[in-house]
Structures are given as C-alpha cells and as structure tokens.
C-alpha cells in the first residue's frame, strides 16, 4: 500500500533539498524550483480528494509506524473531513506567498528553502494522528518562521522573532505539560489520538479539566486567545508579506484545530470550560475589533482583525454542537482566504507607496484598479458579506452558538458591525477623497500578482455563493465531533 | 399549441416595449445616434406599432365572427394566502375597440413624427418614450385585472413625464414635468387603495370578478374600489380640481402633447369609468358625485378656454370641456354613447394637435376676443387670467405644509438623530479646489480620522477602544517586547553572576561541602 500522506509531507521537502543542492550559478532557478514544488504539491492534495470517500467520519489514507513502543510514540498520519479542507489550504497558501515574493531578491536560497520546509511543518500538524507528532510538528514550524521574520522582515524583525519565538515556547512548555499528564493518565500510555480518545471514559473529569487548560495555554497563544496574543501585531507586521500571508492564513489555524481536536480527545474538559471558551471568544472577537479600529497601520490593523475573526472561530468551537464546530471550521478557511488576500495586496501595495499608514493614501481608484476591485472583494469578504465564504462560516456560528447560549450571542453580531466599520473606513480612505499626487504613479497589479490575488478572493466569493462542496466535505467529520455532546 | 397563442396575445402589449428597448440599446451603444439612425429608430417604432395595429384588427374580426375572447390567463404570477395575482389580458369589445383607436392614432402620430422630429438632436428619445407610452396604453386597455392595469397606468405616468420634461434644458418644462407626475400620484393612490382591498377582501382583482363581487355585497369595500378608481380616473383625465396639471403639460413636442393631453392619456380616466359603469349603476350617490365633478370641469374648461390667447391652451381646454361632458355621460349611464363621444373626440382632436404648427399659416383672422359681457366682468376675468387659482391652492395647503413638515424633519434628523448616530467624516473631502491647493502645497493639514467615532455611539465605542488601546500598551505589548525578552535579559544577567561565583574555587569548595552536608 502506497503511504500518500507520507509522500504528501515530503513533497515539498525534496524541493527544499533540490533548492539547497543547486550550484551556486544555477541562481535564477530556485524561483522557478519552489513554484514547481508548491504547485505540485497543491495538485497532489487535489488528487488526494479523490482517493477519499467523505462521507465516511473516520480518519483516511492511514499511514502508522511504530516509533517507540516504550514510549508509545507513532508515526501515525491520517486525514479526515476536518483536516483536508487545512491541508489544501496550506498549500494553496504557501503556493500564493511564493508566488508573490518577487520583492525577495537577497539570500533567496534560503528563503524558498525555509517556506517550503514550513509548508511541510504545517502540513504535518494537521495530518498527525498522535499527540507526540503533533508536538514535534507543532515546534518544527517555529524554526523556519523564526529565520523568516528575523532575517527577511522589517526594522523590529529581531524583536518580534524573538517575541514570537518566547511566547510560543512559553505556551509550549504547558502544552508539554499536559501531554504529559494526558500519557500519565492514558491506561494505555499511548499518544495516538484514538487511544486517548478510547481513554476518555476513564480519566476524571478534574484531569481532563488540567490537561485541557494546559493544551489551552499553548493552543491559544498560536490561535490566538485573548490575553495570549501580545506576539501578534509585532510579528504580522515585522513580518515579510508572504511570510504575513501563511502566519495569519494558516499558523493561526494551527490553534484552533488543536483545540478541536483537544474537545474531540476531552469531552467532560470540554463541557466544563465551555462557557470560558465562549468568554474568551467573545472577548477576542470584540477586543481584537475595537483595537483593529484604531490602528491607522494597515498591517496592524489586518492583524488584530485577525484575532477577532479567531474569536468567532472560539465561539463556535465552545458552541460543542455540529453548527457551531462547522462554523468554526468554515470560518477558519475563509479566513485563510481573506487574511491571506488582504496581507498579500496590502504587503504589494506596501513594496509600491513604502507606507502603510492609512492616512498617508488617497484616491488610489484611478491609479490601480484592479488592486480596488481585489481589496474591496477582499475587506467585504472579512466583513462576512452574504456572497462570501465568511458569511456562512459567521452564520453557522451564530446559529450554533445561539442553540447553546441564546440571545447572548447576538453580541456576535456587534462584532461583525465593528467589522465593518473599520473595513468599510480602510475602502474609503484608500480609494476615495482628494487626489494624493506622489501616489498617482503607483503602478496597479501585475498579471502573475493579478491571478494570486484573484484565486483568494475568487474563492472567497465562490465558497460564498456555493458553499455544498465544502459544507459536505466538513459535515461528517464535523458531526462526529459534536456526537458525543449531544449534536 | 395554447401557450403559443398566449405568448401571441402577450406579445401585444409588449411589442412597443421591445421596440423602445432596441432603441434604447441602440441610444447605449451608440449605434443608432444622429441623423444617420433615424431611419432604422423610424422603421422599428412605426413597424411595431403597425404591427401591433394588424394583429389587434384580426383579433377584432376573430372575435366579431367567433365571440368574444374574455380573459385570458397569461401566467400566475403570485400566490400568497388567499391572494392571487396573475397576468390576465381582457379581449371584449370595450378593450379591442378601443385599444385598436388608440393605436391607430398612435401610429399616424409615429409617422406623423417622422418627418417633424427630422434632425432633432432628440429623435430617438423621443421614439423610445413613444414606445413605452404605447405599450403603456395598451396595457392599462387590455389589463384584464386591476394590477396589470397599474402597470400600464404607471409607465403611462413616466412616459407622459419624460416627454413633458423633453427639453429638460428649459426650467418651465422640468417644474411642469415634476408637478404632472407628482398630481398624478395622487390618483395611484386611489388606485391603490382599489388594489389593495379587492385583494384583501376578494383576494383577486380580475375586472371580471369584481364586477361580480360588487353585484353580489354593495358594502364599505365595493364603495372604497369605486372610489378609488374614480379618483385615479379623475387625476388622469384632469377632471376639477385636479385640473391644473393639464395646463402646464404640453411643454413636449407637438404630437407628442397632442396623443397625450389631446387624444390617448386623457382618455385612460374615462376608460375606467367605462369599465366601472356597470358598478356605477348601483351606486346613485357616486354617480351624483361624479356628475358634480364633470359639470364642474365642463364650466372650468369653458371658462378658460374664453380667455386662451395660443392654439395648443385652447385646444386643451376644450379637450377639458369635453371630457367632462363624457363623465357627465357615464354618470347618468349613457355608457355607448360616451364611448362613441370618446373615439370620435379623440380621433378628431389629434386631428387639431397635429394641425396646430401649422394653424397659423391656414387661418388670416388674428382669434376672437372674449365676449363683452366676460370683459367687463373683472372678478371673472381675473379669475379665469388665474386658471381659478388652482395651482396657488394646491401649493398653499400641500406643497407648502408639506415642505415645512419636511423642513422641521431634517432639523429634528440634525439635531437629534445624527449628535446620536453619528455622521460619516467628510474630512478627507475635500469641498473646494481652493482646499485641494492647500492640501498639495502643504499649507492644509488633514487631521487622522482613524478610530475618532462621531456621534454618541461613535464616541462610546471611540472611548472603549480607547480603554482597550491603553490595556494592550501597558500590559500585552509592553510586558512582552520589554517583559518576557526584558525578563530573561535579567534572569540571564542573575545567571552569569552567578557562574561568576562559581568559577571562584572558594565558592565551589563551599557548594561541595553543603552538598556533602546535606547528603551525610
């Protein structure tokens, strides 16, 4: 039997090595080596849909090897209705954020090789079928990100990796400590996640409470909960814009699905902290909004939007029932797209006016265009516009939260409307009012920028309009999540 | 095979909607601008309502050797409830004889037009709204229920203000436009409210039905149809008081005022009385009322006419006179006679409009003066000089209460709604190019709107996110660039002051001892 996932992980590996093995004249082939890699990637992940039957909850295309049986440690892959839609994002994502690093132009040997060993990274996150893997995958991702922003990224680049680095490592540690615990508590001292999720039944329900608040803690700081999130804007900004792409496009949603499949693996934890869940949520979704706001720096602001898109995703993971946990979920892939979009246009953006604040622009319509068209798309996407991907994912959200809270919820809808208002500011500072004149000459999107930018918000808009696909690919997986807690 | 004879039938009243839609496309792209597309805008107005002449001629004669066809159900258009709604066409004798004159003035106007409107740099607008105006007629004659009726009786409404406002460029002619449309809405409003209760309470509105509704309970609702109806009836056909508007339209192209003010529009009003004669019959106190109301339009128009000084004033106000006189008609229930009156007024007035260019070449006598005895009448005379005063009437109690109403509603909107709400910033609009100067030269200094909230709303979330702004600073942000980094520059330090000691002997000879003491 053939291990796709395995050769899956190591796609884009082989390319990192075909990268670090070219001679030193053969320069101007290692853009062209990575799009090939991270384009094939992508296609395979797209060949994978069709070796896997979807309406089936179980986990699919199992790879399983031993590692260490003292330890009961595996090498165990698997995939199921919940992951795939995450994998193909990454990889759509990491293909978009190569695409567009034209701008990189010193050291790119070790750029492209570090993005696409980041893209496995990821990958291995969601596709890991056991605790112990998840771990090693989880800080895997820290070494390429942390050279991407220290060495590609702004004037606070060392600052902000070295942030990111520390609270990551620091929410790790309690991570660590409950997987620990969990392996304590497992008779069957295993990581597998169906062995721990046979165990379940037996572990009382105070263990389960510690271990989950543990998870939570190095969980959160990635996703991220509310007074977790102090790397955030420095790291987004700092960041390189491809970079800014897979952090918040993918990296956060790292944590989200941890905390899915942490309810998956504790289900009386799960129970016990919901309602601190849905707080912390809530005030994600609100604080993030209000401080998104304020900001007149574009990527500051993208980045706090992101923390309160993530709190919707929370609400509806605390929500336990299969609405809410689909909500989540589809939110966590549109805001994939939209992140990814608006940090992409703003980062090209960013490359032509060297500015980001808002104040600083004007009237941008007559001189580009097609970047109008795209941001717009893109910022009405973030708003959850009905038409878009965010708006289904915002909808079951509230649909699920509301089965389990009632009218509480509807300060959901406030955040949506503060949303708004800063998305609907950021439309109307760039394109409309008095005429900028240094900023008349910025020259408007390229094609290869043109289609990037196109397939986000493309597919923002079409998992809007016609959101059947997804919402089946996600349903069985996503019921049988909210099984246990009664739908 | 029956729903091609439907689509045959629908295709009636919508050919000259086509037709104006190919011309408007045309307008659009370009393609049938100036002189050169006059030709083609010519063939397509007139051809279709050609057309649309031929295929009523044969209904007529299908329906003379066959019987009439009734109502024919084109489509359901919605069901809700006990409310139906469908698009019906009524093909009787009153709907055919009297949608074949319409179009047959209509297209000797269309060809009329042809030659009048030559280089016109409107040419084709005007054909286009001619288009509309007879698939308007055509659907108010053959709506076979009160809905499709209203659709006709609206465009009908749009098409007359478009071509009243023809030479927009003219101040006199958008006011009148404006002041036209604006009456007639007055008489949707009736025409609504007979809507909206035959729908109510008989969920249908097919006239056919109605009529029998009515024979069957003469109550509240049948009355309140009726009224309604006449009110729409009396707007339309510009029966006293709503007589003013009339005066003030024939600001379009001749025959455009001619078919109209003179011939076609003016009659939708005794159309519907036509077809609520039967209703009428029961009700003496309305006939009465509607007896009043032409009588008084009569002596009006009578009046008025004395005194017009231009051939197209007089022309309307006997046009005036003698659709009162037709409602006096209908209200004593002499229904074939006002419908004879009404096709021989229309075809013989359309005569005079499109004659009137030309009258004074045909005439050699300047017009008569108004008769002594009226001269000599001061009151009278100033009266009639006044038009009675209408329009100085309708702005005194309605336009002028309803602009202070309008006035006290925007006060209250500044005031109160938007110091709570909140206005859109308009401060990176700027409102003068002396500003946008300023701003370029940098002598103007935009200030940041970004997170300032206006209005009391907008200032609550301002001061929260405020709140939450100094929150962040202090406590995430700070602690963390400062704090977790800041901590282990300082733990560090501690660390290697300690290892300092440490590589001291003496201090690594105590650690051993403690150690040993502690172990022992």
Known sequence: MIDFLILLLFLPVVGALLILFLPEHRQPWIRPIALATAASTLAYTVFLATQMDFTNPAVQLVAEYQWNERLGTYFSFGVDGLSYPLVALTNLLTLVAIAVSTQIKERIKAYYMLLLLLEAATMGVFITQGWALFYVFWELVLIPLFFLIDRWGGINRQRAALNFVLYTMGGSVFMLLGLLMLFDANPEHRFLFASIKRASAVIPAETQTLIFLGLMIGLGVKMPLFPLHGWLPLAHVEAPSPVSILLSGILLKMGAYGMIRSAEMLPAAAINLQDFMMALGMIGMLYGGLLAWRQSDLKKMIAYSSVSHMGVVMIGIAALNTNGLMGAAYQMVAHGLVAGALFMLIGLLYERTHTRDINDYGSLLRATPRFAVLVVLALVGGVGLPGTAGFIGELHALIGGFERWGWLVAALSLGMLITATYSLRTVKQLYTGPVNLGMRQVEDLHPLELAAGGVLVGGTLLLGLYPLPLLHLLHSSVQAIAAPFGG | ????????????????????????????????????????????????????????????????????????????????????????????????????????????????????????????????????????????????????????????????YLLISYSWQREYASTSATRAFVTNRVGDAGFLLAIFMALIYWGNSDWEALLVQS??????????????????????????????????????????????????????????????????????????????????????????????????????????????????????????????????HAIWRIYQFLLSPSFLQQTSSPAPAAPAWFQQSVWLHNACLQRFWLDRLADTFLVRPTRLLAHEAQLFDQQVVDRLTGTPSHVNMLSTLAQMQALQTGSLQLNSQVGIGSGMFGKLLQRLAEMMEWFEERLVLKSSSDGLAGLATVLGQRAELIEAYLRQPRYMLVLIAATLVVVL
Not at chain 2, 231 to 254: D, M, N, Y
């Open chain 2, 215 to 344: 024979q069957a309970e003469s109550s509240l609702v049948t009355n309140s149809i009726v009224l309604g109806l006449i009110l729409a009836a009396c707007v339309k056909s510009a029966q006293f008081p709503f007589s003013a508007w009339i005066s003030h339209a024939l600001e379009g192209p001749t025959p455009s005022s001619g078919v109209f003010y003179g011939s076609v529009m003016v009659h939708a009003g005794v159309y519907l009385l036509l077809r609520l004669s039967p209703m009428l019959e029961q009700m003496p106190i309305i006939s009465w009322l509607l007896a009043a109301v032409g009588l008084a339009t009569v002596i009006y128009a009578w009046f008025l006419a004395q005194m017009q000084t231009d051939i197209k004033s007089s022309l309307i106000f006997s046009t005036l006179m003698q659709i009162g006189i037709m409602v006096i008609e209908i209200a004593a229930g002499w229904t074939s006679l006002a419908l004879v009156h009404l096709i021989l």
């Open chain 2, 1 to 160: 095979m029956v729903d091609w004879l439907h689509l045959g039938l629908l295709l009636i009243p919508t050919l000259p909607l086509i037709a104006g839609l190919w011309i408007g496309l045309g307008m659009i792209f370009k393609w049938n601008r100036g002189e050169k597309g006059e030709r083609e805008t010519a063939y397509i107005a007139v051809g279709s309502a050609s057309l649309v002449l031929l295929s009523l001629l044969v209904l007529v004669i299908y329906s003379g050797m066959q019987g009439s066809l009734g109502t024919v159900v084109i489509s359901r258009w919605l069901e809700s409830g006990n409310v139906q709604a469908s698009v019906n066409l009524l093909f009787d004798p009153l709907s055919l004889t009297l949608a074949s004159v319409f179009s047959l003035i209509i297209l000797l106007t269309l060809r009329f037009s042809v030659n009048y409107l030559h280089r016109e740099a409107s040419f084709q607008r005007f054909f286009l709204i001619m288009c509309l105006f007879h698939a308007a007629m055509l659907l108010i004659v053959l709506g076979g229920n009160l809905m499709v009726t209203f659709v006709g009786w609206e465009l009908a409404g749009i098409s007359s």
